[in-house]
């Protein structure tokens, strides 16, 4: 481990949900009239162009429903000409995605759009002109207030009362009401997802479905939303909408539970994050077989790889391993940077809070630094979470020897190992200015045989105290866990300071310092 304390630039990686935008076809193994190379695939979802072009004055239109005649502004001309350029650019199709009341907080998430952008009339809106210039039209329904995904489809305020016979009949009529209107509106869509992402269920609570659950109102709630698309026009496509990209058992469990129970479909939708779905090489390998087990065609409706967050990562590692330095990923399980006291789990895994987030946390950790692998970029080391003193995907991971934190910290790290066997695993604190508590997370973390090789622990004057505080809590945890250890800055004013007591620990057991990004540019002695 020592031989780690020569220069070590750290790497933050988080795990963050981005919009994929582009959706294309795939090929099955019979032919198939939907999936001719004129009928192939190449689209964008321009949902939020409204809203862009509304907030730069370059749209007219319906604009912001909420604002009131007397003070809306002299009215702008809309200006559809970006619809012709992606058509020009190659595009044939275009996915527009419809919430119910947006401008409504559903009690678990603000509002979408306090201006109800995204409702079915600025759709209509959108969709009639995508559709006179010849390209096709996707719908999404959400069949909710706001974004629903995976990790949360709750059913929007308005139906709120609504449950069984009464739920499947407000879908049934909404839907077809919606899809009758858009036709009217010279807009009739192509094909339409009944639901978004809904490997989980839509409608919560009614229609959640847990891993191995009973699907049977979920079920119920779909074929309604079916039917109210076919009784407008048969010949509407209709797409489920999956979030498995390279999870076959879990595609195949869902298929399969779903056409047992009469659901009837035509085209096989999924999303594909590399941050939740594995590598290119699990997609592939899902789709492959998805092609060959069912008669329908396959789209990738939304898809990224790690988004800007692991390009830049990528390329910041690779720059950085050419000048010789060494490499610290920092894992923050979160849609959002982690720090001590925010722990907050992605939105994603919630449903799995008290099922199998282990296998999941060991899953996604094993495939984010397979990816660096890859690139060979092989991290150093890995940091399991950010500042976990308190814990870890809180609630669920709070510090305790009886609780779930050891396990999930561990198998985090067996992911990591298992991606790159030679890397070393560090664990974060902020607790320099608790002695006690630092030493009772390092009690923890060894009683649970959690496999580490360092600690990393931030230290913040205006938190944790002086510099003798900060020496005298390292040289208690060295009497009891002689570990090498290394600090985070993020107080330019001390670096030099903390230097000094890194390199002067006994044992040779100073790690190094890292600083964070908020003082790279301040100037350094």
């Known amino acids: 481990m020592n031989s780690l304390c020569s220069r070590t630039v750290i790497v933050f990686f988080f795990c963050l949900l981005l919009l994929g935008f582009c959706f294309h076809a795939l090929a099955g193994a019979e032919p198939n009239p939907l999936i001719e ?10 949902s939020s162009m409204q809203q862009y072009m509304m907030a730069r004055g370059r749209f007219g239109g319906l604009g912001a429903k909420a604002a009131p005649a007397e003070t809306q502004a002299e009215p702008v001309a809309p200006d559809w000409s970006w619809i012709d350029r992606l058509r020009e650019g190659g595009l044939n199709y275009i996915r527009l995605r419809t919430f119910i009341d947006p401008e409504v907080s559903n009690g678990h998430e603000r509002a979408y759009s306090t201006e109800g952008f995204c409702d079915l009339e600025h759709t209509i809106e959108v969709a009639r002109e995508v559709k006179a210039r010849g390209m096709r039209f996707l719908l999404n329904f959400h069949y909710s207030n706001t974004w629903a995904d995976p990790g949360k489809q709750w059913k929007p305020v308005a139906w709120k009362d609504l449950n069984g016979k009464a739920l499947e009949q407000k879908v049934y009529d909404y839907t077809r009401d919606a899809v009758q209107r858009l036709a009217n509106a010279g807009a009739k869509p192509d094909m339409v997802q009944v639901g978004n992402e809904i490997i989980n269920g839509m409608l919560w609570p009614d229609g959640r479905i847990e891993r191995y659950g009973d699907y049977t109102v979920f079920v119920n709630l779909l074929k309604a939303g079916i039917r109210g698309v076919r009784d407008v026009d048969p010949d509407i496509k209709i797409m489920l909408h ?3 990209g390279g999870e076959n058992y879990r595609s195949r469990n869902f298929l399969d539970r779903v056409i047992t129970q009469g659901v009837e479909f035509d085209i096989i939708g999924q999303s594909y994050y590399a941050q939740w779905h594995g590598t290119m090489s699990d997609l592939r390998e899902n789709l492959v077989d998805l092609a060959t087990r069912y008669k329908q065609p396959i789209i990738v409706v939304e898809y990224g790889g790690f988004g800007n967050s692991i390009n830049n990562t990528l390329s910041l590692a690779r720059r950085a391993r050419d000048a010789g330095m060494k490499i610290m990923i920092v894992m923050h399980y979160s849609d959002e940077y982690t720090n001590l006291g925010r722990q ?10 008290e099922g199998d987030l282990e296998a999941t946390m060991f899953q996604y950790t094993r495939r984010v630094i397979a990816q660096f692998e890859e690139q060979d970029t092989p991290p150093d080391l890995v940091q399991i979470g950010n500042e976990i003193s308190d814990g ?25 190992r298992e991606a790159s066997p030679d890397t070393n695993v560090i664990l974060s604190m902020a607790s320099v200015g608790n002695i006690e508590k630092s030493l009772e997370f390092l009690r923890v973390a060894t009683i649970t045989d959690i496999k580490f090789d360092a600690i990393a622990m931030s230290y913040n004057p205006s938190r944790d105290g002086s510099i003798d505080n900060l020496r005298r809590t390292l040289n208690a945890i060295i009497n009891q866990y002689p570990i090498p250890i290394a600090i985070a800055v993020d107080d330019a004013e001390v670096l030099n300071q903390v230097r000094s007591v890194v390199n002067g620990l006994p044992k040779g057991l100073g790690l190094g310092t890292v600083i964070s990004d908020s003082i790279i540019n301040s100037p350094l002695e």
């Open 37 to 46: 190379p004129d009928n192939f695939i190449i689209g964008a979802d321009v």
């Open 242 to 244: 999956l979030a498995l």
């Open 344 to 353: 907050i789990p992605p939105e994603e895994w919630k449903p799995r809070l």
């Open 392 to 416: 870890i995907l809180l609630p669920k991971g709070v510090v305790d020897p009886e609780g779930d934190f050891g396990g999930l910290v561990r198998v985090g790290s067996a992911g990591a």
